[in-house]
């Protein structure tokens, strides 16, 4: 019995001992603490491989789509710290999209297996450091966008590895302008690279703060500024000439708003504190968003440049004010938004340039019921294939509610003939009113009372001979 009892106390023993040497290895959690030490591991392996831990985790959120033969790599919004690994695939990326990240570092070769890339988007991070082989491999590469992030300052042979680049953006960085930075301004400043640096400001030192950087003198950077005495004994420092900081009457659009290249070329200047249209919108720009600002008048040929744009938004600016030729070369545009506005018409010849114009967003606005907003009727009526809305009367108040179509309508409806020619009767009839300064003032006032597109083209000419 007792021999019985002593093998079935060693069974037991040698059943327990494997339970606890898996609790040991795991440090008392079993299956918890095998899970755990594998995270660990994990972890520290991404510690010592940045490029090939965290990136191929982050690649899988990327989206991928091709424009015009291009393939476009969208990584925009997604809260990287890193560079995310180049995708494997028949077609490289053209374009590397990683505006509004996380990413405060740009290692050397950060950009490997990117080498087929024309355009890369890098603006709105945190980024503070680019070290000088960041872009090695980039020979192709045309287009770098790096404004609005956090550079003080930045080496010349960071650029020289992209010998085709020709359109760069610097601007909105704390740019220290002292002597690390000569022989990029001096780059910039040379007049073939007139795309590069454009509107990039000095913070530091006081002296130059406001300066752009193609404007800095490079013999000024490298002054000595260690301080000398005087024949009394006082330590001195060297002055230098504070140029003035120009005035700006206009903001700048480049400066003002966030440029973005996917899916197509587009500004946001949606909630800067625009007073105005800015300045300076390129060419190329399709989409400009200028909604929940402070714009309360658009003025003659504020959209000049803008040739290409598709898409406007001035919703919530509080507009009142749209003058003649303020939408002037906007012949291609699409879509114009103007809701929620302070507008109460349109001054006749606002919307002659917008021959292809398919929605117009008119809503929230205090339109107001007279012989004013007749013409924005009467363009309507020759441009059935714009779609609008919002075009209801808020004054006067018989016709509140009433949409301006309507209006129009019951206007036209209501003037009695006999009023219309009332006027005409003697004026046609009795030959000394003929020729008179009265009647040459009517004249005009009546053809300026209808647009001209809208006049009846006379069949018969009249010659008075005296």
Not at 105 to 122: H, K, N, P, Q, T
Not at 229 to 238: E, K, M, N, V
Not at 447 to 457: F, Q
Request: aromatic share 6%; charged share 25%.
């Amino acid at each position: 019995m007792h021999l019985t009892s002593s093998l079935l106390l060693t069974s037991l023993l040698l059943l327990l001992l494997p339970s606890s040497e898996m609790k040991r290895s795991g440090k008392g959690r079993g299956l918890k603490g095998v899970r755990h030490k594998l995270t660990r591991d994990r972890m520290r392996g991404v510690g010592r491989h940045s490029r090939s831990g965290p990136s191929k985790l982050v690649a899988s959120v990327c989206s991928e789509s091709t424009e015009s033969g291009d393939v476009f790599l969208d990584c925009q919004d997604r809260r990287l710290a890193s560079i995310p690994t180049s995708p494997t695939g028949p077609e490289q990326p053209k374009h590397l999209l990683l505006a509004r990240n996380r990413i405060k570092v740009l290692r050397g070769g950060a950009f490997f297996g990117y080498e087929s890339l024309i355009s890369l988007d890098l603006q709105q991070n945190q980024i503070g450091l680019v070290e000088e082989d960041a872009f090695q491999g980039l020979t192709g590469l045309t287009t770098l966008l790096l404004q609005h992030n956090r550079l003080s300052t930045l080496s010349e042979e960071t650029l020289i590895v992209m010998p085709n680049l020709s359109y760069l953006r610097l601007y909105d960085n704390p740019w220290d302008c002292l002597c690390q930075m000569d022989s990029l301004i001096r780059t910039l400043q040379v007049p073939s690279n007139r795309n590069l640096g454009n509107h990039a400001r000095c913070a530091n030192p006081i002296r130059l703060k406001g300066k752009k950087l193609k404007q800095v003198k490079p013999e000024l950077l490298c002054k000595e500024t260690n301080p000398t005495g005087d024949p009394l004994g006082h330590p001195t420092y060297p002055t230098y000439p504070i140029d003035p900081i120009p005035i700006r009457t206009k903001p700048d659009a480049t400066t003002s708003c966030h440029t973005y290249l996917f899916p197509q070329i587009r500004m946001d200047c949606s909630k800067r504190g625009l007073t105005e249209v800015p300045t300076g919108i390129p060419e190329d720009v399709v989409h400009v968003d200028l909604s929940h600002n402070s714009i309360h008048r658009l003025k003659a040929r504020d959209f000049q440049g803008a040739r290409s744009l598709r898409n406007l938004n001035l919703s919530n600016n509080n507009l009142e004010h749209i003058d003649t030729a303020s939408l002037f070369g906007l012949l291609h545009l699409r879509e114009l938004d103007l809701s929620e506005n302070n507008l109460h018409f349109v001054k006749y010849g606002v919307l002659e340039d917008l021959y292809f114009l398919s929605q117009l967003k008119l809503g929230e606005n205090p339109w107001i019921c007279d012989y004013s907003i007749h013409y924005m009727v009467y363009w309507l009526r020759l441009h059935p294939g714009v779609k609008y809305s919002g075009l209801l009367c808020r004054s006067p108040p018989e016709h509140t509610g009433e949409t301006v179509y309507d209006y129009v309508i019951s206007y036209n409806g209501e003037c009695p003939k006999e009023r219309q020619y009332s006027t005409t009767d003697q004026d046609e009839t009795d030959p000394e009113m003929w020729n008179t300064p009265m009647e040459v003032q009517g004249e005009f006032e009546e053809e300026e009372l209808e647009p001209s597109h809208l006049r009846v083209k006379q069949k018969y000419e009249m010659i008075r001979l005296n």
